[in-house]
Nanobody
Framework: QVQLVESGGGLVQTAESLTLSCAASGSISSIVLMGWYRQAPGNQREEVATITNDGQTKYADAVKGRFTIARDNAKNTLFLQMSSLGPEDTAVYYC?????????????WGQGTLVAVSS
């Protein structure tokens, strides 16, 4: 099992920056991929950014150049640095981890943290 706890959400104004954190615990060594998703009201959950164990990153087109995903393996923490935020970035942001447990790839989710961007 992997437990994920996000923090750092809040209300910001357009063009401001915000950094989200996700603390992981449990079967850390089984994690092969971590990432951030978001879900805006009335929309489906969408992938924002992912990072592999060897540091390869991938970003959604909507956030490229504005968001940066990073991991601190020593502290078992995932980050999402967000800059140039706009109202379109308003959503609940979820941390996720893919872990190989009992020979099965399982996906775990945090409880989500709300990011609201005012215009």
């Amino acid at each position: 099992q992997v437990q994920l706890v996000e923090s750092g959400g809040g209300l910001v104004q357009t063009a401001e920056s915000l950094t989200l954190s996700c603390a992981a615990s449990g079967s850390i060594s089984s994690i092969v991929l971590m990432g951030w998703y978001r879900q805006a009201p009335g929309n489906q959950r969408e992938e924002v950014a992912t990072i592999t164990n060897d540091g390869q990153t991938k970003y959604a087109d909507a956030v490229k150049g504005r968001f940066t995903i990073a991991r601190d393996n020593a502290k078992n923490t995932l980050f999402l640095q967000m800059s140039s935020l706009g109202p379109e970035d308003t959503a609940v942001y979820y941390c996720t981890a893919h872990a190989l447990i009992e020979l099965m790839m399982r996906q775990y989710w945090g409880q989500g943290t709300l990011v609201a961007v005012s215009s």
